[in-house]
C-alpha cells in the first residue's frame, strides 16, 4: 500500500496534471488565436492580389483529402485528417498566409484535433482564394467516385447472384445413371439384328 501511495499515485496524477494541463493551454491558444481574427482578416484583405497566385498554387499542389477539407472545413475532418493538415499548414506558413504561423505552432505543440477551430477559420480563409470552378471541379471528382464504386459494388453484387443460380441449378439436377445411358445403344443393336434377320427370310430363293 505504501509503495502505492509513494510511487504509482504520483506517477497517475501527474499523467492527468499533464493531459489536463495541455487541454487548457491548447484552450488558451484557441482564445488567443480568436483575438487575432480581426488583425488577420485585415491583413488578408491587404494581401489578396500578392496572395492569390501562391495560395492557388499551394492548392493545386495538395492532396484531395486538402482539397475536399477546404471545400467542407468541419473540425471533424480536421482531426481525421490531422496529419495532412499540419502539411498544408507548414506550407502555408511558407508564402506567409496570415494567422498560418501562429495556429502551425498551437497544432504542433497540441495536434490540430485540440485546436481544430482555428484550423477551420484557416482553411475557410483560403477557399476564398480558390475559384468556384476549382472548388466544383472537387466536388464533382468526389461525387463521379462515389458513383463509380456504388456501380463496381452492383455489378459483383449482380455476378454473385447469377454464379450462385447457376450452382443451385447445378446441384439440383441429378446426373443420368450408366445403365440409362446404355439402353438406347442396347435396344438399337438388338433392332438392327431383328432387321437383317427378317431380310434374310424374304429374300427369294434362287
Known amino acids: 500500500m505504501g509503495f502505492w501511495k509513494t510511487k504509482v499515485l504520483p506517477k497517475i496524477r501527474l499523467v492527468f496534471e499533464i493531459k489536463n494541463g495541455s487541454k487548457k493551454a491548447a484552450a488558451e491558444a484557441s482564445k488567443s488565436f480568436d483575438d487575432s481574427k480581426e488583425a488577420i482578416n485585415k491583413e488578408l484583405e491587404e494581401k489578396k492580389v500578392e496572395l492569390q497566385p501562391k495560395v492557388l498554387g499551394v492548392y493545386e499542389a495538395s492532396s484531395a483529402d486538402i482539397k475536399a477539407l477546404i471545400k467542407e472545413h468541419t473540425e471533424e475532418g480536421v482531426q481525421k485528417k490531422a496529419a495532412v493538415v499540419t502539411t498544408f499548414l507548414a506550407d502555408l506558413v511558407k508564402i506567409d498566409f496570415p494567422?498560418?504561423?501562429?495556429?502551425?505552432?498551437?497544432?504542433?505543440?497540441?495536434?490540430?484535433?485540440?485546436?481544430?477551430?482555428?484550423?477551420?477559420?484557416?482553411?475557410?480563409?483560403?477557399?476564398?482564394?480558390?475559384?468556384?470552378?476549382?472548388?466544383?471541379?472537387?466536388?464533382?471528382?468526389?461525387?463521379?467516385?462515389?458513383?463509380?464504386?456504388?456501380?463496381?459494388?452492383?455489378?459483383?453484387?449482380?455476378?454473385?447472384?447469377?454464379?450462385?443460380?447457376?450452382?443451385?441449378?447445378?446441384?439440383?439436377?441429378?446426373?443420368?445413371?450408366?445403365?440409362?445411358k446404355a439402353l438406347p445403344s442396347e435396344a438399337a443393336a438388338a433392332a438392327l439384328e431383328q432387321g437383317k434377320l427378317e431380310g434374310e427370310e424374304e429374300a427369294p430363293k434362287a
Do not use: H, N, W
Request: charged share 30%.
Open 99 to 180: 494567422g498560418s504561423k501562429q495556429i502551425t505552432d498551437a497544432v504542433t505543440k497540441f495536434g490540430a484535433g485540440s485546436v481544430s477551430a482555428p484550423v477551420v477559420f484557416i482553411l475557410e480563409k483560403v477557399s476564398t482564394f480558390i475559384p468556384v470552378e476549382e472548388v466544383s471541379s472537387v466536388q464533382q471528382d468526389a461525387g463521379e467516385t462515389e458513383r463509380e464504386v456504388a456501380v463496381v459494388v452492383e455489378e459483383e453484387k449482380k455476378t454473385e447472384d447469377a454464379e450462385k443460380k447457376v450452382d443451385e441449378g447445378t446441384a439440383s439436377t441429378p446426373p443420368a445413371s450408366t445403365e440409362e
